[in-house]
């Protein structure tokens, strides 16, 4: 084993980069690299040197093309696994992904998901008509557009007791606004308490020239205290930024960069 210089994991004599922190590893001796799984590949999925396969779980993640048809299945190894950008498998040319973007780790039927502070995130689309909630500041995706909520955060009277001039919050819980990058933003829309529609023909956020939105695509309502996201049976899907380690099932599908998955069962 040798340990890593960075955070102190242990890791095996031919990992290229830590599985802890996903720092490089110091330069060994070793036999070379083994050809990282192409888009078909059946074999585990693994991003460091190793004389024999590691062992799989009963996971497996299924690459879907943007129509839904598959195009690759990766089943996962036993243990959490590191993946970004430089780290191998199919993720090696989405530019969108980070060194270090995420891992997956397997509990039985389960996958816990966890965003390693990567730049662009990790997506968990919504079952048709559920309700997920939404923090301030969290990233949703709607077809080809990247969305953001930020709930409303009204100031105080100054020292002196002056109220702040402004047009009236009394029924605005936040707004929504469009991402373009990652220090700009577009439009917004106000979210009242009565919620908001997004569509591409019917709502108060549309996208007419997106071909991958529906006409009703989802809409924020108010549920008790919280906002929530909830798609409204959408022909592609909503898609809710993770901001904590989350459990997936079989059948759920995640979006990393550019790239969407679907979690299964490998056939034993």
């Not at 966890?114 to 969290?138: F, H, M, T, V």
Request: hydrophobic share 35%; glycine share 12%; proline share 8%.
């Amino acid at each position: 084993m040798v340990i890593c210089p960075n955070c102190g994991k242990e890791n095996g004599t031919s990992f290229r980069f830590c599985m802890g922190c996903g720092g490089a590893m110091p330069k060994r001796t070793s036999p070379p690299l083994a050809l990282a799984p192409s888009a078909a590949s059946t074999e585990p999925l693994t991003w460091t040197r190793t004389a024999k396969p590691p062992t799989r779980s009963r996971l497996e993640l299924t690459a879907l093309a943007i129509d839904g048809t598959m195009t690759g299945v990766h089943p996962l190894p036993e243990g959490p696994s590191v993946f970004g950008r430089n780290l191998g498998g199919p993720f090696t040319a989405d530019v969108f992904l980070s060194r270090s973007h995420g891992s997956f780790t397997p509990r039985g039927d389960r996958l816990l998901v966890r965003d390693e502070a990567s730049l662009n995130g990790i997506y968990r689309r919504l079952q048709p008509k559920e309700s997920a909630p939404l923090s301030s500041g969290q990233c949703f995706r709607v077809g080809q557009q990247l969305l953001r909520f930020e709930a409303l955060a009204t100031k105080p009277p100054d020292a002196d007791n002056v109220a702040w001039l402004g047009a009236s919050s009394e029924n605005i819980l936040g707004r929504v606004v469009l991402v373009h990058g990652r220090e700009t933003s577009g439009n917004a829309a106000i979210v009242p308490k009565s919620g908001l529609q997004i569509g591409r023909e019917e709502g108060a956020i549309l996208f007419p020239d997106d071909p991958y939105v529906s006409g009703k695509h989802c809409r924020l309502n108010v549920e008790g205290d919280q906002i929530v996201l909830v798609d409204l049976e959408s022909s592609n899907g909503t898609f809710v930024r993770l901001i904590a380690e989350t459990e997936v099932g079989p059948g759920e599908q995640l979006l990393l960069g550019k790239l969407l998955f679907r979690v299964g069962l490998a056939a034993i």
